[in-house]
């Protein structure tokens, strides 16, 4: 339900690089200087985190935070769509959705009745290296929630007939995927970058074949091996305290039992070689959808907080340079930004905009205009411009117990220091000129990039290969996403 | 142009007894002698400021010929004022930590600007000088640039999207030429080719008045410090004229009125619209509720029959367009592969019929109040952005006239019992007065819903 008001935003969120940014203003109205300057900030004093742990070894942080009566929790495992075995790509992400699809004594409906009338909402996924299941409540019905929760994590019924019916919407999902212009770039960018047989090269919901061939006892062991106490965490922050969290979680968790699973390391895989442009025909698009980058780095680099700002000044905020160019200077696009995805191994650096049709190739010359400068020291402005727009909206990543848990998860994940959240601004306050010319020097190379664009070929084609930015594949959609399933047809 | 989401949920909630000391807002409000309203909310649990503000004025005070005005001038309104450089306003906020957006639609336009508490002077500032100065940068170039922007924000989001054009097609259907919700907010490529900088200088001199706009100051302020600042930046600024009252023609479907479009798309969605009361009208709550009867959760009655069980959709939803001067109510569901919309529509037109001679059981309404009642709270929880506290009390105002109207909102879906949705269900979800549009792959209209008539 989602009662819908017609909005235009001035800035939509455009994936997840976003936001968009930055540059050159054209001084001709004079150095005019702003003339209110801000005063320092004040302190950030954020609740910490406490820690507890139950018999069965699953690991507990809490973060107290009582301004409404809500609780949100967050159980985390270890493990992903990374853990997909050969031909069953979707694995992962099948067994978080079968996990809502009955549980305890509650069949599908039955169990989707119980969270909803509770007015509480409890929802599974899996991304590259873990899974979870988020469970969001009124305090006043916390017990009872609290047992829905953890009828899904310990007491899955996985019924083979709900699986049929997955099965068959995720095919559809995949028939549709060829309609969508973002979805067919970011799978051509994925593949061009990690090749299909690496998990970051490939779509986490798995292809045609893959989802026709997942059993249910694969869900089953997936489930089995990768969903047990000693290999999960659970996050909780809102209205209630650590005996009130102890308690609600001991009455309902300690009969869950298993090891800690031991994973194979992810293969690394080899930077891309040169420059490449790949062209999707997407016939009579009015825009064309392009992705620029390369493989960036992991989240536990010593480079993490030089990469922050970097980003920040090249297409991470409204007034980066990337926005600059491409909406503000050249009015090409809604907006274009950059961005890394930082994973436990090297994930992807990209740029990305939708340009209208007919400049194409103009906004390509722009984006590697951008990329290429980067690499120049940038302004003390820009520099501090940067520095103070991560640092000092930082607070609000902790207004909602839903944002909150979503920060204390990343500490989960990539095994992060508590103190992080209290020395963050300062870390980034501390990034110099010379760290940002550093970083984007070492992770931005024009001379080894993937170019993908989606959109008219018989329009585009011609004018995007005179630029002889390298060689040029051609592809078609389902080149990138395979043929359109037929669902409902087949096994 | 129904587009972009910006209320997940309405308001709402439920178990009334136990909340209702929590759905309040605490506020002050005072009225500036230029007539500008201002609202200041406090809540110093982290150092965050918003400085949020509404005009009265939205797309449905456009004319035909000048559509997307409303919306192209939101954009203008980011490209400097009198003592802020073209470029500035975002450089400036965004050096002292701050962040800001806009948004248009049918009612109103509004805008905020998130910052660290150090930086609310400056946020002030900014928001008054584009009130005030707007037109001294102002020139036909900066035009030019954002309309170019705006043009690519409609192909971004309608052309170039699957099913994009469809809500522009409803609202062409649903309301009358001369309706001023006929015509989408982004407006027609025609007619932002058209907008002149003259039109820019009039549209500003006409509604962007302090006596048109309302502000909301919330987060980790000093109230008295607060109030010298706005009167500082905003009280200097001049009263404009009373802004002209819209006059619309009613709008009324006085019959069936059944199309078909064809797009890039794999597979055939239905849409089904009807004319419903005006937002916090009575009628309006039955509406939100009724989308929740029919299409919130696994165990709605069009989810379950269509998406669960038969199997013949990929998605349905449901929703109430809540506008000020009339709403729609939506249904819209996808077919599954070799499924086609005669088949949906006779499942929906089913669950429609049932509901017209029989009221939903009271636990199908208490679950989409209970989860109403979860949402309102979590939107309590942030100060800035849109549908943050600072954005609740300017919206209730605008929509009201009572910036605290939560618990009036939440005490109306309280207030509904089954026999109310079944009423409301025969009274609005007429099948004599509704537009069904059949939106299909290039080439098949044969998967198209015919109606009636067609059925076999």
């Not at chain 2, 957006?101 to 002077?121: F, I, K, M, V």
Request: hydrophobic share 40%.
């Amino acid at each position: 339900m989602n009662p819908r008001t017609c909005s235009a935003l001035r800035v939509a969120a455009l994936c997840l690089l976003l936001a968009l940014l930055s540059t050159t203003v054209p001084s001709s109205a004079g150095a005019q200087e702003n003339p209110i300057i801000p005063g320092p900030p004040a302190p950030l004093k954020l609740p910490g985190l406490q820690h507890f742990e139950l018999g069965n070894g699953l690991r507990v942080v809490l973060m107290e935070n009582h301004k409404v009566p809500l609780v949100e929790m967050e159980m985390i495992v270890r493990g992903g769509s990374v853990l997909d075995p050969a031909g069953k790509t979707g694995l992962a992400t099948m067994t978080a959705e079968m996990l809502e699809e009955g549980a305890g004594t509650r069949n599908s409906l039955q169990y989707a009745d119980a969270v909803d009338f509770l007015g509480a909402s409890v929802s599974a996924y899996a991304s590259m290296h873990s899974s979870g299941v988020s469970m969001f409540t009124p305090l006043s019905k916390l017990d009872s929630s609290v047992a829905l929760f953890a009828d899904v994590v310990l007491h899955p019924a996985f019924p083979e007939q709900e699986l049929e019916r997955l099965r068959n919407e995720r095919l559809t999902s995949l028939l549709q995927a060829h309609d969508q212009p973002r979805a067919i770039a970011a799978a051509a960018f994925n593949a061009a970058l990690y090749g299909t047989s690496h998990p970051y090269g490939v779509t986490s919901i798995g292809d045609e074949s893959s989802i026709r061939g997942i059993r249910i006892e694969d869900v089953r062991g997936f489930h089995a091996r990768v969903y047990t106490p000693r290999n999960a965490t659970v996050i909780v922050v809102g209205d209630i305290g650590i005996e009130q969290a102890r308690g609600v979680l001991e009455r309902h968790f300690t009969t869950w039992s298993g090891d800690r699973p031991d994973f194979p390391d992810l293969a690394t895989a080899p930077q891309v070689a040169s420059r490449e442009v790949i062209l999707v025909d997407k016939p009579g698009a009015a825009q064309s959808e392009i992705r620029i980058g390369r493989i960036g780095t992991d989240r536990l680099t010593p480079d993490y907080y030089p990469l922050l700002v970097m980003n920040t000044i090249l297409g991470g905020s409204f007034s980066s340079r990337l926005n600059q160019n491409l909406r503000e200077k050249n009015g090409y696009s809604y907006g274009a930004g950059s961005g890394f995805d930082l994973r436990l191994a090297a994930g992807p650096f990209r740029a990305a905009a939708a340009v209208q049709t007919d400049v194409t190739d103009k906004a390509l010359v722009e984006f590697l205009k951008e990329l290429d400068g980067i690499g120049e020291l940038v302004s003390d402005e820009e520099l501090d411009r940067a520095r103070n727009y991560l640092a000092l909206l930082y607070p609000s990543n902790f207004e909602s117990i839903s944002s909150a848990a979503g920060q204390i998860a990343e500490l989960v994940v990539y095994g992060l220091p508590d103190d992080l959240f209290n020395t963050y601004v300062d870390r980034v306050l501390a990034v110099t000129k010379e760290d940002v010319q550093r970083v984007a020097r070492k992770y931005i190379d024009t001379r080894s990039i993937s170019i993908i664009v989606v959109g008219d070929r018989e329009k585009v084609g011609k004018s995007v290969s005179a630029l002889g930015l390298g060689t040029i594949r051609m592809m078609s959609i389902d080149d990138v996403l395979g043929p359109a399933p037929t669902p409902g047809v087949g096994q | 142009m129904r587009s972009l989401i910006r209320w997940l949920l309405p308001v709402l909630l439920s178990f009334p007894a136990a909340l209702s000391s929590q759905l309040s807002l605490s506020y002050e409000k005072y009225t500036l002698p230029n007539g500008l309203q201002v609202m200041l909310h406090e809540d110093h649990s982290l150092p965050l400021v918003s400085v949020n503000t509404y005009y009265h004025v939205g797309s449905g005070h456009e004319k035909p010929g000048r559509t997307g005005f409303a919306h192209l001038f939101e954009h203008l309104m980011f490209e400097g004022s009198a003592n802020v450089p073209e470029g500035k306003f975002d450089e400036w906020l965004e050096a002292a930590g701050g962040n800001n957006n806009g948004s248009t639609n049918s009612d109103r336009t509004n805008y905020y600007q998130d910052a660290p508490s150090n930086a609310l002077e400056l946020a002030i500032f900014l928001e008054a000088d584009r009130m005030g100065g707007l037109l001294a940068t102002m020139t036909p170039a900066t035009v030019d640039g954002q309309r170019d922007v705006v043009k690519n924000e409609r192909r971004q989001s309608y052309e170039n999207r699957p099913y994009g054009m469809a809500d522009i097609t409803i609202s062409e259907k649903l309301f009358p030429p001369e309706h001023p919700y006929h015509w989408p907010t982004i407006g027609s490529m025609a007619d932002l080719s058209a907008a002149s900088y003259e039109d820019v200088v009039e549209f500003f001199r006409t509604y962007y008045a302090p006596n048109n706009a309302s502000v909301v100051i919330a987060g980790d302020i000093n109230p008295a410090k607060t109030r010298e600042l706005v009167a500082k930046w905003f009280g200097p600024i001049a009263e404009g004229k009373p802004v002209p009252p819209i006059d619309p023609p009613v709008a009324f479907l006085s019959s069936e009125q059944r199309s078909i479009m064809e797009d890039k798309v794999q597979l055939p969605r239905l849409y089904m619209c009807w004319l419903t009361p005006a937002a916090f009208k009575p009628g309006d709550a039955e509406m939100d509720l009724l989308a929740g009867v029919l299409t919130g959760g696994k165990n709605s009655r069009l989810y379950k029959r269509l998406v669960y069980e038969l199997q013949i959709a990929q998605d349905v939803s449901a929703g109430q367009g809540s506008q000020a001067l009339g709403s729609y109510f939506e249904i819209e569901a996808t077919a599954k592969a070799g499924h086609t919309l005669a088949e949906i529509e006779k499942v929906i037109q089913e669950e429609i019929d049932k509901l017209k001679t029989t009221p939903p059981e009271a636990r199908e309404l208490a679950r989409t109040v209970n989860g109403f009642e979860s949402s309102f709270l979590a939107r309590l929880q942030g100060v800035g952005g849109f549908g943050g506290k600072a954005d609740i009390l300017n919206n209730y105002y605008t929509r009201t006239g009572n910036p605290d109207y939560l618990n009036e909102d939440f005490s109306r879906y309280i207030a509904i019992s089954p026999v109310d949705i079944t009423a409301a269900v025969q009274q609005y979800l007429r099948d004599d007065g509704r537009v069904v549009l059949s939106v299909v792959p290039e080439g098949k209209p044969e998967l198209a819903s015919p109606g009636k008539a067609g059925a076999k």
